[in-house]
Nanobody, 124 residues
Framework: QVQLVESGGGLVQAGGSLRLSCATSGRTSSITVMAWFRQNPGKEREFVAG????????RYAGSVKGRFTVSRDNVKNTVYLEMNNLKTEDTGVYFC?????????????????WGQGTPVTVSS
């Protein structure tokens, strides 16, 4: 059993910053990739950023590269998403996902654990 709990979302003005956290618990040894996705009503879940939990790698959607940073704290068992220079199009509910396959990291389909999501609203 794996549990993921996101936090840190909220309302922020365009150009501002937020840091999202994803606290993990349970049997996490089988997880090889962690990722952040965002979703808006009526749309599919969109890949934002991810990292490998064994072999070190990071991946970013083109729309956030250079603005967002994904990282992990092994002591706290927490994954972070540092979001800078936020834009209105970054608005959405952000979900933390955990999976055991890294080849298709950008596909929401391969993540078998999800948190409940934390909403982010960027105002103009």
């Amino acid at each position: 059993q794996v549990q993921l709990v996101e936090s840190g979302g909220g309302l922020v003005q365009a150009g501002g910053s937020l840091r999202l956290s994803c606290a993990t618990s349970g049997r996490t040894s089988s997880i090889t990739v962690m990722a952040w996705f965002r979703q808006n009503p009526g749309k599919e879940r969109e890949f934002v950023a991810g990292l490998g939990t064994g072999n070190v790698f990071t991946r970013y959607a083109g729309s956030v590269k250079g603005r967002f940073t994904v990282s992990r704290d092994n002591v706290k068992n927490t994954v972070y998403l540092e979001m800078n220079n936020l834009k209105t199009e970054d608005t959405g509910v952000y979900f933390c996902g955990a999976g055991g396959r890294a080849l298709i990291y950008f596909s929401a389909k391969i993540y078998y654990h999800w948190g409940q999501g934390t909403p982010v609203t960027v105002s103009s």
